[in-house]
């Protein structure tokens, strides 16, 4: 069985799960909505609201990766579903890239509810020139940021302690990814006064990141899940 | 000589440099004794 | 389990006792040049002080973070697997979060005297920050329970890509926030009697970082064999219980 097999497999998988569970829809939406609204209760400020709102979008981003790579990887260890695969004799490069396209998937839904939030809520303005911009900043940093929680969510799958260590380890790594998408957004949506031409560099980083992670993953996340 | 304002801090530097090597050496040594007398056999002929 | 009367110092040997006096020497020129006997700065005035401390310290963090990530990659590599690795990663983090706190602690008092705020988002101090949150992360990968080899080829992972990390965390700060006025001041010209208590800084710190890696290893050796130790225990008393006549 080829790897590309096992991905679809494992990605249609766990979408699958999701559709039938709905735990995305019915929890994690309404938590990153409530938390663009707690930030709206914090900054109490309209044009403060409008100027960080892209930073605001991707920082509401992060806090949900937490949770949905926990979920994600809480449907393998559960009747030890991972180990099944193992023993199976199935690449687990295949696994990561599957695993990886269903976070992407995911994750993809979350951040066009959170980049609409910002649009409503706090006023965020769309220039339809940055739009190929806009387009391609959610791709990568969204390959990236799956690539990564995969990783470290195969990384403290099944361990004691997870639900505090994944945020201590995932939140550090992926502050590139945090830095290089919001200011590539604000170039995309023009806030502040910046200019599309100003993000494209951003996103070289962030194509660099996702190529990072996507390779190490791929031939790290073997080792990570043999117990 | 430490003469200006800037006394404190210097002097601070140097207490929470050499207090943390200390801490973290004395520690060790602790340590080292109590697992030490843990190990009867395995003890390792570093002496 | 008799007691040893050696185990006053179970983890020294002739080399490391003659190592830990030369650090305890250099610990001691180090306090003798840098509080008293060198000159102070024209500009920072005896904020350059603190220099003494917060460049060597900086030093052994980020010579600790290489040598954890050289010996997790050679614990990875099949043909030089060998748990020794492991632990030396293991005690450099240690000790390298150690120095890595000294720094910021250190590297933010002189940034009160000499550009007047604790801290500055400059992508040095930003990536050191970084450096540090992460290895604490490694540290508590270690903690997490399993086999040695579980412990050893998690954290042999994390410690790598760790490694790969922070070039892009580095890069991505400096893009973020390219002028950093105040770092001209920092490193300008040390001369003479300066230089050479930076040198003192720098050879007694090292000392001192190989004593305490060599030191922590062993520790971790120990608890190693205890922990194999109690395993063998167990199973020993195990077999007992089925031997027992009844």
């Known amino acids: ?43 109490d400020n309209d044009s403060v609201l409008t100027r960080v709102a892209p930073g605001l979008v991707w920082l509401a981003t992060m806090f949900c990766l937490l949770v949905v790579v926990q979920r994600l990887f809480a449907v393998e260890t559960a009747d030890g579903a991972l180990d099944a695969l193992r023993v199976a004799g199935v690449h687990p490069g295949g696994i990561f890239l599957g695993k990886a396209l269903a976070l992407a998937a995911q994750l993809a839904v979350l951040e066009l509810v959170l980049l609409g939030a910002a649009f409503v809520l706090y006023r965020a303005e769309f220039a339809a020139g940055g739009a190929v911009l806009l387009v391609t900043t959610f791709s990568t940093a969204t390959t990236g940021l799956a690539f990564v929680g995969t990783l470290y969510g195969g990384l403290a799958a099944g361990a004691k302690g997870r639900e505090t260590l994944l945020p201590l380890l995932m939140l550090p790594v992926v502050a590139p990814v945090l830095i290089g998408a919001t200011r590539a957004t604000e170039a995309a949506l023009g806030t502040g006064g910046a200019t599309p031409s100003e993000g494209w560099p951003w996103i070289g980083l962030l194509a660099l990141f996702a190529a990072l992670f996507g390779a190490g993953g791929t031939l790290a996340f073997g080792s990570l899940i043999d117990e | 000589m430490i003469a200006m304002l800037n006394a404190p801090y210097v002097i601070g530097s140097y207490v929470v440099t050499f207090g943390a090597i200390a801490a973290y050496a004395w520690r060790l040594v602790v340590r080292a004794r109590r697992t030490a007398r ?3 056999a395995e003890d390792r002929p570093w002496t | 389990m008799t007691p040893d009367p050696a185990s006053k110092r179970p983890t020294s040997t002739q080399f490391s006792r003659g190592l830990g006096a030369a650090a305890l020497v250099g610990s001691a020129w180090l306090l003798l040049f840098g509080l008293f006997l060198s000159p102070n700065d024209r500009v920072q005035k005896t904020g350059v002080r603190i220099m003494y401390i917060h460049v060597p310290s ?23 697997r060998s748990l020794r690795w492991d632990r030396l990663a293991g005690a450099s983090a240690e000790v390298g979060v150690l120095f890595m706190g000294i720094t910021l602690v250190t590297g933010s008092l002189w940034g009160r005297i000499s550009w007047g705020t604790f801290w500055t988002w400059d992508s040095r101090l930003t990536t050191t920050a970084f450096l540090f949150v992460t290895y604490i992360g490694y540290l508590a990968v270690r903690d997490l329970g399993g086999t040695h080899q579980q412990r050893a080829r998690r954290s042999a992972v994390l410690a790598v890509l760790a490694v790969l990390e922070v070039p892009l965390v580095h890069f991505s700060v400096k893009w973020w926030r390219p002028l950093h006025q105040q770092e001209s001041v920092a490193e300008g010209e040390l001369k003479g009697l300066m230089l050479f208590t930076l040198f003192v800084g720098l050879i007694s710190f090292t000392l ?9 290893q062993r520790v971790m050796e120990m608890d190693d064999a205890r922990d194999d130790h109690g395993l063998d225990l167990a199973l020993a008393e195990r077999r007992n219980e089925a031997l027992e006549p009844r």
């Not at chain 1, 069985?1 to 039938?20: F, H, N, P, Q, Y």
């Open chain 2, 38 to 40: 843990e190990i009867p």
């Open chain 3, 208 to 216: 001192l970082y190989v004593w305490l890696v060599l030191h922590r």
């Open chain 3, 58 to 80: 900086a030093w052994l963090a980020y010579l600790a973070f290489i040598v954890t990530g050289l010996s997790s990659a050679a614990y990875l590599w099949k043909r030089t």
């Open chain 1, 1 to 43: 069985m080829s790897t590309w097999r096992v991905a679809r497999l494992v990605a249609g998988k766990d979408l699958r799960i999701e559709w039938r569970s709905r735990v995305m829809v019915n929890q994690v939406l309404p938590f990153a909505a409530l938390v663009m609204v707690l930030f709206a209760f914090a900054l």
